[in-house]
């Protein structure tokens, strides 16, 4: 047989489907739409081997309206003019209808997708679109709203394991006439390594078969070192220019704040593993210690800083050991969005709100003539009073007693506290 392995054992009924039970269990939207044969245009998203394609093909099996595929990446307006006028071709096409499906149609651009839309939107098209991406992303919101999203998730274990179990025993599409025996700690791994990805978990256990093909036993034995060979690295579902890229990010940034070193350290490790920037990943760090960390513990901005520093003079892969200190560092650091906050309601004021003028006695004296003016006249000088503190207005009037600092009271901050209160009292008794 020519095609794979993966392309053979894709399933011919609903019944012969795996995973994706919350929309095709029996009852479910997607699959009634199926049975009875009454698609609308719908949008199938997820990682690869999650099923997208087969459920195309399974539509394609069950309908009796005219089904077209086509891949976004070799197709253009003039494919689509084409089967759009084919479709209404009453000799061609007596339904006047065209169930279209296109594969990765996140790669159409805006022009191909707005020379779809009209098509859509009046019935003659019947859409089907797979994408990896997120369609809310990528795909034209006026399409979107004219399609059923269907998000797939990555198979199960016990679905990888069917899978494979399926592909050795199928006698007409798989190896079923061939004496295959595969050992439990190998099909275990299989399931685990292919990430929910049921063509990396069957193009593995085709070349495993293909490779051990020949020997003298007519008995093939696949275990674990054959198909670890075979299988060789574990798919990572990152994108670094897609929607994995955001929630890895996400993830990794809300596990800092959120104070779990071994949840930082893990989205950290998948971000390097595919791919990412180091010195975006450093960024992250660095802005994390400060927004997140603050003033509870300032040390914490000095290790991200001098760790994004370092990573720029000594690259991968020892830039993952700085990384992960540093982000180890800000996911342990006592937490504070006190300077955070206090920028953010102060910017507010500034935009909305008639803050007046700096006080006179605050301004700058030092040119020629402006002491004449009253610049700086009044100015305490903080060093000339006990405790190196004086009470004076710093604020201009219209903001006066304005608070935009509030320490929490967390790590260092409660020694800031301390501080603010010591100095309030010494103020007074400075007056």
Not at 1 to 9: C, N, V
Not at 138 to 153: G, M, P
Not at 345 to 371: C, I, M, Q, S, Y
Request: proline share 4%; aromatic share 8%.
């Amino acid at each position: 047989m020519k095609e794979p392995l993966a392309y053979r054992m894709s399933p011919r009924s609903l019944e012969e489907y795996e995973g994706q039970e919350h929309i095709l269990a029996e009852g479910k939207l997607l699959y009634r739409m199926i049975k009875a044969d009454r698609l609308s245009s719908v949008i199938f998203f997820g990682p690869p081997g999650t099923g997208k394609t087969s459920l195309a093909r399974l539509i394609a099996n069950v309908t009796k309206v005219n089904f077209v595929k086509i891949n976004a990446v070799s197709s253009g307006i003039a494919e689509i003019k084409k089967i759009v006028a084919d479709t209404q071709n009453y000799m061609l096409n007596p339904s006047g209808r065209t169930l279209l499906f296109i594969d990765e149609i996140h790669r159409f651009n805006k022009a191909q997708q707005d020379a779809l839309l009209p098509h859509v939107e009046d019935g003659t098209i019947i859409l089907i679109g797979a994408t990896t991406e997120n369609p809310f992303f990528e795909v034209n919101k006026a399409i979107i709203s004219r399609s059923t999203v269907f998000q797939l998730y990555p198979l199960e274990s016990k679905n990888i394991k069917n899978i494979i179990n399926n592909a050795i025993s199928d006698k007409e599409r798989g190896f079923g006439n061939l004496n295959i025996k595969i050992e439990d700690e190998a099909l275990d791994f299989i399931a685990e390594a292919s990430g929910g990805d049921a063509r990396i978990a069957l193009n593995a256990l085709e070349l495993a078969v293909l490779t051990s093909a020949g020997a003298d036993s007519d008995e093939i034995f696949i275990n674990l070192d054959t198909i670890s060979e075979c299988v060789q690295k574990k798919a990572i579902k990152f994108d670094k220019s897609g929607e994995a890229h955001y929630d890895n990010i996400s993830a990794f940034i809300k596990s800092m704040r959120g104070s779990d070193p071994d949840a930082a350290v893990f989205y950290l490790a998948r971000a390097l593993e595919g791919g990412e920037d180091i010195n975006f990943l450093a960024r992250r760090i660095v802005i994390c210690a400060s927004e997140d960390v603050g003033t509870a513990n300032p040390t914490a901005l000095l290790v991200a800083e001098a760790a994004a520093s370092a990573i720029r003079m000594i690259g991968m892969p020892e830039a993952r050991i700085l990384l992960s200190q540093a982000a180890i560092t800000v996911a342990t650091s006592p937490k504070s969005n006190a300077s955070y906050c206090a920028i953010n309601d102060a910017l507010n004021d500034v935009r909305t709100k008639n803050t007046g003028e700096v006080p006179f006695h605050l301004r700058n004296a030092v040119t020629k003539g402006l002491g004449d003016l009253g610049y700086g006249k009044g100015y305490k000088y903080a060093h000339d009073y006990p405790g190196h503190v004086v009470k004076q207005q710093f604020l201009p009037d219209e903001m006066k007693d304005t608070t935009y600092y509030h320490p929490c009271g967390n790590g260092a901050e409660k020694k800031i506290i301390e501080y603010l209160d010591w100095k309030s009292n010494q103020e007074e008794k400075n007056t």
